[in-house]
């Protein structure tokens, strides 16, 4: 039995870096997740075809736990290969009218722009721009902007709930409200956000939700969620359908002669996007890490996570750093980004932090650490005692090779 505790890292034995503050990028398995994966693999070579079963009855209580995590219901949930998955399917399936507008962000991870603008080449349709930072530098003015957009129609919004290199919380809940008022549908990216950000889809407006499983749910590469609201699963095109779309697709194999049809009806929820076979290694990964999630709590997890960037932020801004956290609880998320001082660039810092044992990222310029769950409140002292040697030394030197 794995008993997580906040703070530390007893279930991580084999994590071989001194401070790993890069759950934004890839958590590391925990050792729970490592003997479900391995649980799995001897449960197929013991028995072969014979596990199936159970990874099927597996994919069913994941479906539940990560439909609770957000809010929704497991048949509002689809089980997929990664975040993108979500954008490409929605993307594909959506009933377009040549010239509907899609509102995006600048800033946003590639992932949540690339599958609508080849939508949008595909059905004629149009791009609309935001920034996402005028949502960090000045929220209600970039409100404003974002609802004289949608006034001027929009048939979907897609953002993350966290953007990838500052950390900023998107304002979820008022672009739900502001789409319902004004007839347009919400697509969130959540893998920066579910697993340590609280989110409900159905308070919050949300019609699809798309999330990654190897970040915040820190489960491994290759797995996925995607939220689709019922309302919204009604008017999808099937355009992404296979063989396990369909109502009943097992009994062609099992129940004899006869059954092996073609016009079977195919699901009009989110299930429809499951088309083949699935990731059984990932998902048995995926329940072990969101069980030792919501053993915790993913309030419990935020407040862990928010008390460790109370501690870091004063002493890096005491360094001289520059905080992209905002002062507004309500724009927070698990990841602190800042900018450095002086010339040294973040990938300078980070690969100096690096050569100190402490693992974070630089994306888009960012120094970027984010903690999660087993990160203990003493790290914040021990990444500042680093910086302070960084410093000693003259600063990182740009030349030195990225780990
Ligand atoms: C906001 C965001 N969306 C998507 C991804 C990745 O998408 P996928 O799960 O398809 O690799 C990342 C990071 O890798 C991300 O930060």
Not at 49 to 58: H, I, N, S
Request: overall charge negative; glycine content about 10%.
């Amino acid at each position: 039995m794995h008993e997580p505790t906040l703070g530390s890292r007893a279930l991580f034995p084999t994590l071989d870096v001194d401070v790993y503050v890069n759950h934004a990028a890839i958590s590391p398995p925990s050792a729970a997740v490592r003997d479900a994966v391995i649980t799995t693999l001897d449960g197929y070579g013991r028995q072969g075809v014979a596990q199936f079963p159970v990874e099927m009855a597996r994919r069913d209580r994941v479906r539940h736990a990560l439909a609770r995590l957000m809010g929704a219901e497991a048949v509002d949930v689809a089980l997929i290969p990664n975040t993108s998955a979500g954008m490409t399917d929605i993307a594909l399936c959506l009933p377009w009218q040549r010239g509907d507008r899609i509102l995006l962000f600048r800033g946003e991870f590639p992932a949540n722009v690339t599958p609508w603008q080849r939508a949008a080449a595909v059905h004629g349709l149009e791009i609309v721009w935001l920034d996402a930072e005028d949502f960090r530098l000045d929220r209600a003015a970039a409100l404003a902007d974002f609802e004289a957009a949608l006034r001027r129609g929009i048939r979907l919004v897609a953002v993350s709930q966290v953007q990838f290199a500052t950390g900023q919380h998107m304002p979820i809940g008022v672009f739900g409200a502001l789409c319902a008022e004004f007839g347009a549908e919400l697509f969130v990216d959540a893998i920066q956000g579910l697993g340590v950000v609280p989110i409900d889809v159905q308070t919050a407006g949300v019609h699809y939700l798309s999330a990654g499983g190897h970040k915040w749910l820190m489960g491994s590469e290759g797995t996925g969620v995607l939220y689709v609201a019922p309302e919204s699963a009604a008017a999808l095109r099937p355009n992404v359908a296979s063989w396990l779309s369909h109502d009943e697709p097992f009994s062609f194999l099992f129940e004899g002669p006869g059954l092996l049809r073609y016009d079977r009806p195919i699901v009009q929820r989110a299930g429809m996007v499951e088309g083949g076979s699935a990731n059984v290694l990932g998902i048995a990964a995926l329940e072990a890490s969101v069980g030792l999630l919501r053993e915790i709590g993913i309030d419990a997890i935020y407040d862990h996570v928010q008390a460790w960037h109370d501690a870091m932020e004063p002493l890096l801004v005491a360094r001289g750093f520059v905080s992209a956290r905002m002062t507004d609880p309500a724009g927070r998320s698990g990841t602190l980004s800042l900018q450095p001082p002086g010339h040294a660039g973040a990938p300078a810092w980070w690969a100096a932090l690096a050569g100190h044992g402490i693992s974070c990222a630089c994306p888009d310029g960012w120094l970027r650490l984010a903690p999660h769950w087993p990160n203990a409140l003493d790290e914040p002292q021990r990444i500042a005692a680093a910086v302070d040697a960084i410093l000693a030394t003259g600063g990182p030197r740009a030349e030195i090779q990225a780990p």
